[in-house]
């Protein structure tokens, strides 16, 4: 029996994609055990300098390992702490059946990596042994080398279909019911729902005749109308952009995510809410994280650190020029967007920059917010001080990191796990409105 119960224990090989996504992931694998390439940990001490996200995890990881080896040596099958917890070891280079680096007849770390895995299953014959990875191409390899690979799976959003659109279209409602909204304001949300609605939760309720914009509120847990409004010259377009305006624009809600294809506006809505209420902050930050082209790093780029980070800010300029100019230069409205900016009331800048930060009392709006990780999302939300706000805006389907997807990144995370608080609203907007050939775009191409 006792050994019938060990072969039944996989052995799970960890590439440094994983490590670099989540530094306790070898606690999340239950009774199996956990294999360390020695490679992860040459690749690891490449990552630990820096002050971008993957830098602390690469460091707390290899501190985390050094606290659990003790005073084992790390060839040695480790215990891991907890309960109900399997074992850990580096595998270090060894003679394997099958050489990753000459069958794709490249000298690499990835190599080295699947050759780990290989030499464990090779000597573990009566256990199954799973490579790991985050990367795609790195599975398909040990696919081709019969590895099986998996993705690590903690923090996914295991169904993507049934995430909060964060609205609700009703049709049929009583002609009653919206007349006594239009009237009153606010209805007893028994009206339209048998079960309480999700906190600032949004509504179309329609009829033959008519319709009406309102949305659950947790405060005085009654559905209220919601009118179009305008906010710094800038007027929504649909329901969907309306619904995102009043999520913004409401002093109760702390925290927005706000997502949708691109054209549909989530930036410039939420920049131009943020500028509508300039006063109830002392700044507003305007950030994204950089992607570079084609992963390398920003140093490649030509310039001062300036010229190497405009082209991937231009973006945001581009929505606040396009706020700017629906006056003229010599409106007290136009001037003002640039004193915010030559103050610094108003700041445009790398999410990197803002780390470290004191974000009290600022509105934070978080560009591109797919391209994080869960951990990225936590850290930035967990710096907001008192009287903050933020807003995250994004596509979950235009990733363009390597080791994410619709299910890993920060913005799925996030709309998955703080669905119904009463400190947050979440939209999704699917209607296209930068113009027709965008939409056509979107639709067809």
């Not at 005085?220 to 624009?249: C, V, W, Y």
């Not at 136009?334 to 974000?359: D, F, H």
């Not at 917010?369 to 995250?392: C, D, Y």
Request: hydrophobic share 40%; proline share 4%; charged share 25%.
């Amino acid at each position: 029996m006792a050994t019938k119960k060990n072969t039944d224990r996989k052995i799970f090989v960890l590439d440094t994609s994983v490590i670099l996504y989540d530094h306790k992931c070898i606690n999340n694998f239950q009774e199996h055990d956990v294999a360390i390439p020695i490679t992860v940990l040459e690749e690891l001490d490449n990552f630990k300098k820096g002050n971008d996200t993957i830098n602390y995890e690469a460091r707390e990881f290899i501190r985390f390992l050094d606290k659990l080896s003790g005073q084992y040596t790390l060839s040695d099958w480790i215990p891991i702490n907890g309960r109900g917890r399997g074992k850990f070891k580096v595998q270090f280079h060894e003679k394997t059946p099958i050489d990753a680096e000459v069958v794709f007849g490249e000298k690499k770390a990835d190599h080295r990596i699947l050759n780990a895995a290989i030499a464990i299953q090779a000597k573990e014959k009566n256990r199954k042994v799973v490579m790991v990875s985050k990367d795609v191409n790195l599975r398909l390899k040990a696919k081709a080398l019969n590895l099986i690979a998996e993705d690590y799976e903690t923090g996914k959003i295991k169904n993507l279909d049934a995430i909060n659109t964060g609205i609700t279209t009703l049709e049929n409602v009583k002609q009653s019911v919206i007349d006594l909204l239009y009237a009153d304001g606010h209805i007893s949300y028994e009206l339209i729902s048998k079960s309480k609605p999700a906190a600032n939760h949004y509504f179309i309720l329609k009829n033959n005749k008519t319709s009406i914009l309102c949305y659950y509120n947790p405060e005085n847990e009654s559905i209220e109308r919601i009118d179009k409004r305008t906010s710094h010259g800038i007027k929504p377009r649909n329901a969907e952009q309306t619904f995102a305006m009043h999520a913004i624009l409401n002093p109760n809600v702390s925290l927005v995510s706000i997502q949708g294809v691109a054209g549909t506006g989530k930036t410039l809505l939420a920049l131009a809410a943020a500028l509508e209420q300039k006063h109830n902050y002392r700044q507003i930050y305007l950030a994204r994280p950089i992607v570079p082209l084609g992963n390398k790093d920003i140093g490649y780029l030509p310039g001062d650190i300036k010229s190497k980070i405009n082209p991937y800010m231009e973006p945001l300029w581009d929505n606040l020029k396009f706020i700017q100019n629906q006056w003229k230069e010599t409106d007290k409205e136009y001037q003002k967007i640039t004193e915010m900016v030559n103050q610094e009331k108003l700041v445009v800048t790398p999410l990197a920059y803002i780390r470290g930060r004191s974000l009290s009392n600022i509105l934070f709006i978080i560009d591109e917010a797919q391209n994080l990780t869960p951990l990225e999302v936590k850290t930035i939300i967990t710096r907001a001080g008192e009287g903050s706000k933020m807003v995250f805006t994004g596509d979950v389907f235009q990733i363009d990191t390597p080791y994410l997807d619709a299910q890993s990144n920060g913005l799925s995370y996030l709309i998955d796990r703080i669905k119904d608080n009463p400190i947050y609203a979440h939209i999704t907007l699917q209607k296209g409105e930068r113009s027709e050939l965008a939409n056509v775009a979107n639709m067809l191409l």
